[in-house]
């Protein structure tokens, strides 16, 4: 599973072998994997500046999780040709040990092997600095995607809207593509050449009739010069005076004049314009994935620095002063086994409080009508870790 929950309590003997008991048993059962999750001690302040800060972290732990939820997606849009590739891409470089800033590391282990980052975040600061910092990194850090991204987004979005005209119906669809000036006879004083779409199924009687549709019809001047799965666009060639006698038969037989007119400048600006924008878009492309890799992986290593932040102010907020707890970072091993580890964890830790701990026992039950299972308070602190980023 991508999920991870990250707990506390404290650092008492009771509470000690309370955790020992809780690393054999979901051990034992393969119910999660469990590891001791690092945080450093920082400067407190007042428990009334923590009851504070323990609003903020919360608004803004939702906050760096959907930016970087949203930088995922970006991600996978400008990834449209390779999405098999994206979460190689979704890495958190940088974040651990010297030794290996040099190496890809992916999420999971950068939350198993969490280490607090003294030099961008320095615990001896007041810790609103220390939230302060972050959330300032976070909001440039949205500010420059949303640059960055609205100006391929629109450009992409140019680009989708002209391939889509290409790919549209013959009634509908660009035709820059498809027509050539030979295919027309231009310049005249009396002689046009229209477009017609002909149904698949009416190729034959267009071929014997549209001589006949109208007078002064040139003959032998049709030609197919594009299909696709439902009709093909066929050029004819007659005199000026007829068109709405041709236009007007041609519809009696289920044939359809397309309205055009062939101007070899618009023409060339619409191709143009095609290339100029693929151009434009490769050359966006590589600038924008690099900035989207380089910034998801800090925007993600701040987020977790915000989780180890919400675990510490809320540690000391429930089990107080002195600053004592242990914090673990428990992976659950199943989807089909988060329900007994839930229970295992109760079960441990119901010491801590008794009244939340009976509130869990209850919301299990399913009772009509109720929705007390989605209740996010326990007896220890609780907070969740959830790497599916894509979903």
């Known amino acids: 599973m991508s999920e991870f929950w990250l707990i506390s309590a404290p650092g008492d003997k009771e509470n000690l072998h309370a955790l020992e008991r809780l690393n054999t048993v979901t051990s034992k059962s393969n119910l999660s994997y469990n590891t001791k999750f690092a945080i450093p001690d920082f400067k407190v302040g007042t428990l009334d500046s923590l009851v504070g800060l323990s ?32 979460q190689e891409n979704l890495l958190a470089n940088g974040g651990l040990k010297e030794k290996m800033k040099c190496l890809k590391i992916d999420l999971t282990s950068f939350v198993t092997h969490f280490e607090w980052d003294m030099a961008k975040y320095p615990a001896k600061q007041p810790l609103p600095s220390v939230v302060d910092t972050l959330a300032k990194q976070l909001a440039q850090i949205e500010t420059d995607l949303k640059g960055r991204t609205a100006a391929y987004s629109t450009l992409k979005a140019t680009l989708d809207s002209l391939n ?10 660009t035709l820059s593509d498809i027509v050539n000036k030979d295919d027309f006879v231009l310049d005249s004083e009396y002689l046009v050449t229209l477009l017609v779409i002909v149904p698949t199924q009416n ?78 878009k490769k050359q966006q492309y590589g600038p924008l994935l690099r900035w989207l890799k380089v910034n998801f992986s800090e925007a993600f290593i701040a987020w977790v620095h915000i989780k180890a932040l919400r675990v510490f102010v809320e540690s000391v907020l429930r089990y107080g002063l002195p600053v004592n707890f242990q914090a673990v970072l428990l992976q659950p091993q199943k989807k089909s086994s988060v329900k007994r580890l839930r229970e295992v964890l109760n079960s441990v830790f119901k010491h801590l409080d008794e009244v939340a701990a009976a509130s869990m026992l209850d919301a299990a039950m399913d009772i009509p009508g109720l929705q007390l299972n989605n209740q996010d308070y326990f007896p220890y602190v609780y907070f969740r870790i959830d790497l599916s980023l894509l979903d």
């Open 203 to 280: 190729y034959i009687q267009w071929q014997k009739t549209y001589e006949s549709l109208s007078d002064m019809v040139v003959p032998r001047s049709t030609k197919l010069i594009f299909e696709d799965k439902e009709g093909g666009l066929f050029t004819v060639t007659l005199f000026r005076k007829v068109i709405d006698d041709f236009k007007a038969r041609a519809k009696e037989n289920k044939f359809t004049v397309r309205e055009f007119y062939y101007d070899e400048k618009e023409i060339t600006r619409e191709r143009e314009e095609m290339t100029r924008l693929l151009s434009a």
């Open 164 to 173: 889509q005209k290409a790919k549209a119906n013959l009634f509908t669809r």
């Open 55 to 86: 609003d903020e972290l919360g608004k803004l732990d939702t906050f760096a999780e959907s930016l970087i939820k949203r930088m995922a997606q970006s991600v996978v849009e400008v990834m449209e040709d390779a999405k098999g590739k994206v």
